[in-house]
């Protein structure tokens, strides 16, 4: 292969081909996502690789951090014990979280998942659902249900469930329980008021791992409520082994689309006239 141009872009391509060239011969698959990002890469010579696989899922598909803000929130959560993901809807926080905790269970680091979201109406009402609490519930938890059909078999997922390895709830079961020897993650936190998160969070126990994702920009709380996720940094910003790391629309690994959408609001945020 021949590269031409100016001698720092066929520099950094140089630093990219070999980034991806390295990987493949490690064994990975290489996708369009990899090609951006090492692209992306070769702009800072502080990196020197594409992301290590994180899992391979049931079909066979690698998992690996898309985006240099995915990389730093694997990263965050790998080095600490307790995680915050803020950013908007399609970074992957749900998704990274997911496979993270079914690779500590793999790994034999802790003993059991457990996911949680807060059962909070998008104007919506649960009592005009039908069905008794379990299944007014249910849809809220979909979305962790789908992070985990992406990576393991379905069979799988009911045998964990059922042995109580993999335990999904709403937000409201986890006061009073301490949750040991366990990786907790805490999904749409947007959602949950100030005491709701103190909650959840003082609920970690020992050889346990926390993880708590949330968008500051779809909060569905009542009026009146405070979302204890804008909080965050104030309260936690200087605490030992708590990570917390924001994403942007530039994370966002959905339709092309969907980054431009949440430029747009943002935009018509700070400039609503």
Do not use: W
């Not at 959840?200 to 779809?218: C, E, K, P």
């Not at 996720?229 to 339709?255: A, K, M, P, Q, W």
């Not at 609001?265 to 006239?273: H, K, R, T, V, W």
């Amino acid at each position: 292969m021949i590269v031409h141009g100016e001698k720092a872009a066929v520099d950094r391509a140089q630093v990219a081909f070999q980034r991806m060239l390295d990987a493949a011969l490690g064994g990975a698959t290489l996708t369009p996502d990899d090609v951006a990002l090492a692209a992306a890469d070769a702009l800072e010579p502080h990196e020197h690789t594409l992301p290590q696989t994180l899992f391979v899922a049931h079909r066979g598909k690698e998992i690996r951090p898309k985006t240099r803000g995915q990389r730093a929130f694997v990263n965050a959560i790998e080095h600490h014990a307790l995680t915050f993901g803020i950013g908007p809807a399609g970074t992957g926080k749900t998704f990274l979280a997911v496979v993270m905790a079914i690779r500590a269970l793999r790994d034999r680091k802790v003993a059991r998942v457990i996911l949680s979201r807060p059962a909070v109406e998008a104007g919506e009402k649960l009592g005009f659902l039908p069905g008794d609490y379990k299944e007014k519930v249910d849809p809220y938890l979909r979305p962790l249900y789908d992070a985990l059909g992406e990576i393991l078999d379905d069979s799988v997922i009911t045998r964990y469930i059922e042995r109580g390895v993999i335990e999904v709830a709403p937000l409201a079961y986890m006061r009073g329980r301490t949750l040991s020897d366990a990786f907790v993650i805490l999904d749409e936190a947007q959602n949950a008021t100030r005491d709701q998160l103190k909650m959840f969070l003082t609920r970690l126990g020992t050889a346990s791992r926390m993880v708590v994702n949330g968008d500051i920009t779809q909060i569905d709380l009542p009026r009146g409520a405070t979302c204890g996720l804008l909080e965050v940094s104030r309260l936690f910003g200087n605490l030992r082994d708590v990570g917390i790391v924001y994403l942007n629309e530039t994370d966002c690994v959905r339709h092309p689309l969907v980054s431009r959408i949440i430029r747009a609001y943002s935009d018509f945020a700070d400039n609503p006239g």
